[in-house]
């Protein structure tokens, strides 16, 4: 089980976990945004005091090779060795680029991940996914390495925008659809437009759980991990579309999707038509509906075609008979995928 430490105190808390890992030296990554908004949170570890920090730019444009390189570069430059180690302070970007810097370089050096958005804390700190955007594809390069601790402090969260803490509850909700009906109960019922912390913090634990629980059955996505795209094979195809007109955050996409993803799992699996109900009122109210029109449909189509998690050009869907009872590889008609399409305009 990956190392999950919460805390109210992360400079404390990276006082207490770095010794163990015996690094000869420490390193910092940051992006423009945590460099400035989330180092004073750290400023009071002893350990970190003297650690370099390495700074890429923020926002996922910068996911790419320069970055990486970047920061290969300054480990060297900055006499890291294979007995170093990097501590990642920032949202799924930073993680995931420094994750993958730390993997590959001299083989491998140990990270710590302290994400500080809450997608990067239910989703991509958590699980050894790790990698950069290439040739126009995201996440296109990378490696499966799990950080060698997870440091969740939930603080960071009250200064988290309204579109991004709703961009990570989607995750969220996922995590719940995946788990069962009662802790979907509490995520319909929680409100990320005002959100309660001390609810959020208890939410977030569990989501964490969650991802733990699918990802220790199977860390290299043979399998059950495959449960964890749920809404994302639609929603990487709205986010693909957004990108050609206006960027929308991942979860609102993972959302929308989800809302088509459920739709498909009531006409094919079963999924009860209540609950279908109850969680698309919930995307509704809290993530609007995309911009696209029935002129999109075979372009959308087509990207979903192009998904990577696609085995050959057919199309695999993860859907649900009930909640928590996951469908893998599933395939649908072309047909079904547009009547998802309406039922997500008319909802
Ligand atoms: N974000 C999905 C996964 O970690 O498998």
Redesign the pocket.
């Known amino acids: 089980m990956q190392d999950i430490r919460y805390t109210h105190s992360v400079a404390a808390e990276l006082d207490h976990l770095l010794p163990s890992l015996s690094a000869d030296r420490l390193f910092v990554l940051t992006d423009s945004t945590t460099e400035v908004v989330c180092t004073p949170l750290i400023a009071s570890s002893r350990l970190l005091a003297d650690a370099p920090h390495i700074t890429i730019g923020a926002g996922d444009t910068y996911k790419h090779l320069d970055s990486l390189a970047h920061v290969w570069k300054s480990l060297g430059e900055g006499g890291a060795t294979r007995h170093s180690a990097l501590v990642c302070l920032g949202g799924g970007m930073v993680t995931d680029l420094g994750g993958f810097a730390a993997a590959t370089f001299k083989r491998g050096i140990r990270f710590v991940h302290v994400p500080t958005t809450l997608l990067s804390m239910v989703?991509?700190a958590?699980?050894g996914?790790t990698g950069i955007n290439f040739n126009g594809l995201k996440n296109e390069v990378g490696a499966f390495c799990n950080a060698a601790a997870v440091v969740v402090c939930t603080d960071f969260l009250r200064s988290l925008d309204a579109g991004n803490l709703c961009s990570g509850y989607a995750?969220m909700l996922k995590h719940a659809l995946l788990e069962n009906s009662s802790m979907l109960a509490d995520h319909l019922r929680f409100d990320p437009f005002e959100p309660d912390y001390v609810e959020l913090q208890r939410l977030v634990r569990l989501s964490i759980q969650t991802?733990q629980r699918?990802?220790e059955a199977d860390p290299r996505?043979q399998g059950i991990?495959k449960a964890?795209?749920l809404g994302?094979t639609v929603g990487h195809a709205f986010e693909s579309l957004a990108l050609e007109r206006k960027p929308v955050l991942h979860g609102y996409a993972v959302a929308w999707g989800m809302a088509c993803e459920l739709y498909l799992s009531a006409l094919t699996q079963g999924f009860d038509t209540t609950t279908l109900h109850s969680v698309v009122h919930f995307i509704r109210a809290h993530y609007g509906r995309p911009d696209f029109s029935c002129d999109d449909y075979e372009r959308l189509y087509d990207l979903m075609r192009h998904d990577k998690k696609n085995v050959g050009s057919t199309i695999c869907f993860t859907l649900l008979g009930g909640v928590g009872d996951v469908r893998l590889d599933c395939h649908v008609t072309r047909e079904q995928v547009f009547d998802s399409f309406d039922f997500l305009r008319e909802a």
């Open positions: 989703d991509a958590v699980g996914k995750e991802k699918i990802v996505e991990r964890l795209n994302h």
